[in-house]
């Protein structure tokens, strides 16, 4: 089941708005151009996330993630492979200065933080535009197995709203996922406040 | 009872003194409207001196527009806002008098709707010194792990190279005891070549040794079928009709009593050859081995000429060898811990009774 949501392409435009802040803001921390790519917006059972998102395997990942409830509830993830992440986290403390013999912690603390700014960029446009307020969760850096990304889904009928777009930083070969999953209650509610915004 | 002291903000100020964590809230124009009691130690100001002030006088960086700019989204209802150490590391400098430098992780959030904004600083000095202790621990265990690794190696190639030159010389002692068979009279001859399968019995087992893997076992099934067609090829020539059966099931033993099993293997199939296969120029020898319920295994050697008895009565010369040749049998066996059964023809039936850790 991959249902195209053709009646959502306001949600999409704000998310793309959202995407391109966080590009922005990305590019400013890494001096680099970003690039967003392959847009997605789709309604999926959870058993057809992994295939979907590329994550069958037992692959480990760095993830920033913050769950969200309120207007729309669900969670947004920035998703590296480590070797992306570590070369990430390299170039923005490059040049800053920092000694420690425990490299994984400055890592994993620069990482949180751009995690923090990108995903901010994407969630606060879309609760500005949409005019919703929401309630956040405090935002985790953790390594996982990409397969327990996949959340578990409230709405009973275990369908949620994947919403995913790839990124790139060409100047130092870093590649990463941003993958939101919301509720498939929050559509209604999307919906209903896309409307308003469409009609007012 | 006494009232509970509240800050402006509404929290508990003595729950906030619990927590283990620097707690401080501003409202919209930055004014201090909590300060906790770990705060307190972090930056060495009493909440008195904390309270009403602008938060930028106690923490100038604040001011710097990457700060601001990210905090002004939070009087917005924006999301939580993180601030590392690694990337802000004069934000909330510690003050503690003497102290060395803090690690701390700062998460801000946006409460009532953004009227207030609540900073937790988090001191992590201690848990990313742990880690960093752990990660070096980790990188000593591996290279004490690659080192041992390595000389691992190294004694197992001495190892093979003990082995192969044992080999090399038991081969070149059995090969001149070939030699000085094929010069010898027939009685004479028959020693040496008992003496020669004997031997080749012990290089065979150097020779797994050098080619295999180091190990403190022996694979029989490989080894017993080399062994066998070996001492064959010593008495028979290569176009007798004589057959040899094996069924040899995969088990293995240790390469002491793999030693002493296959001297027994050697005595046993000699007897069989002398005396029922070279005097009727032909015949069967049947040798097998199976596992038997846990930690112990049945080597049987069977032939179908005349059997023990028969072969006896054809001359005391010959008897008062194999006699030799069974005691020698009933030794070794006892070495290994095995136990030793004769069967009632026809042919002649040997078995052993073997422990896999007899020692």
Redesign the interface.
């Known amino acids: 089941m991959k249902d195209e949501l053709p009646d959502l392409t306001l949600l999409a435009d704000i998310v793309a708005k959202g995407l391109g802040k966080a590009a922005a803001v990305l590019g400013e921390m890494l001096e680099s151009p970003v690039s967003i790519m392959d847009r997605e917006y789709c309604v999926l059972h959870v058993s057809e996330l992994p295939l979907a998102l590329g994550i069958e395997k037992g692959e480990y990942v760095r993830v920033i993630e913050?769950g969200?409830s309120g207007g729309f509830e669900g969670t947004a993830h920035l998703v590296f492979m480590p070797t992306d992440a570590e070369r990430l986290a390299d170039r923005?403390?490059v040049g800053?200065g920092?000694v420690?013999?425990?490299i994984?912690?400055?890592r994993r603390?620069?990482l949180?933080?751009i995690g923090?700014?990108v995903?901010?960029a994407i969630?606060?446009t879309m609760?500005?535009d949409l005019g919703m307020?929401?309630t956040?969760?405090?935002?985790l850096c953790l390594r996982v197995v990409a397969r327990d990304l996949v959340p578990i889904p409230t709405d009973g009928k275990g369908t949620v709203v994947l919403i995913r777009a790839r990124f790139s930083v060409a100047a130092i070969e870093v590649d990463g996922d941003i993958i939101f999953f919301l509720s498939l209650s929050s559509l209604e509610r999307l919906a209903l406040s896309m409307q308003g915004l469409a009609h007012g | 009872m006494a009232e509970t002291p509240e800050g402006s903000d509404g929290l508990d100020e003595a729950v906030v003194d619990r927590v283990p964590v620097g707690l401080f809230a501003i409202d919209r124009d930055w004014t201090i409207r909590l300060w906790n009691r770990s705060l307190q130690v972090w930056t060495g100001r009493g909440r008195e001196e904390a309270m009403g002030r602008d938060a930028r006088s106690i923490f100038p960086a604040l001011a710097m527009p990457r700060h601001s700019s990210?905090i002004e989204?939070l009087f917005?209802?924006?999301?939580?806002?993180?601030?590392?150490?690694?990337?802000?590391?004069q934000l909330f400098v510690c003050k503690r008098e003497g102290d060395r430098e803090r690690?701390y992780?700062c998460?801000s959030?946006a409460m009532r709707?953004g009227a207030v904004v609540l900073f937790t600083v988090e001191d992590r000095t201690e848990a990313?010194s742990s880690?960093?202790e752990l990660?070096?621990e980790l990188v000593l265990r591996k290279a004490a792990e690659a080192s041992l690794l390595d000389a691992l190696k190294v004694k197992e190639m001495l190892v093979r190279e003990a082995s192969h030159r044992v080999m090399n010389n038991l081969t070149i002692i059995a090969s001149l005891i070939g030699l000085e068979s094929r010069r010898a009279q027939d009685d004479a001859r028959c020693g040496f070549e008992e003496l020669e399968a004997r031997i080749s019995s012990i290089a065979l087992i150097h020779e797994l040794l050098y080619k295999g893997e180091i190990g403190k076992e022996i694979w029989l099934d490989d080894y017993l079928e080399r062994l066998c067609r070996s001492v064959f090829s010593t008495f028979l020539p290569a176009d007798s009709p004589a057959k040899l059966e094996l069924e040899l099931a995969a088990v293995s033993l240790d390469v002491d009593d793999t030693l002493y099993l296959g001297l027994i293997v050697v005595e046993l199939l000699t007897n069989s050859l002398k005396y029922a296969i070279i005097p009727r120029n032909g015949g069967l020898i049947r040798v097998s081995l199976r596992g038997l319920e846990e930690g112990w295994m049945e080597l049987s050697v069977a032939d179908d000429g005349p059997g023990i008895r028969l072969a006896a009565d054809r001359g005391a010369a010959e008897t008062s060898g194999d006699s030799l040749g069974q005691s020698l049998v009933s030794l070794l066996a006892s070495e290994i811990g095995a136990e030793l059964s004769r069967g009632n023809g026809p042919g002649t039936l040997v078995a052993l009774l073997i422990p896999q850790k007899s020692k």
């Open positions: 913050m969200f923005v403390t800053l920092l420690s013999d425990d994984e912690s400055i603390g620069t949180s933080e923090n700014i995903i901010n969630l606060g609760a500005n307020e929401l956040y969760m405090v935002p | 990210r989204t917005e209802g924006g999301p939580p806002v993180v601030f590392s150490y690694e990337l802000n590391a690690h992780s998460v959030s709707g990313v880690l960093a990660r070096r």
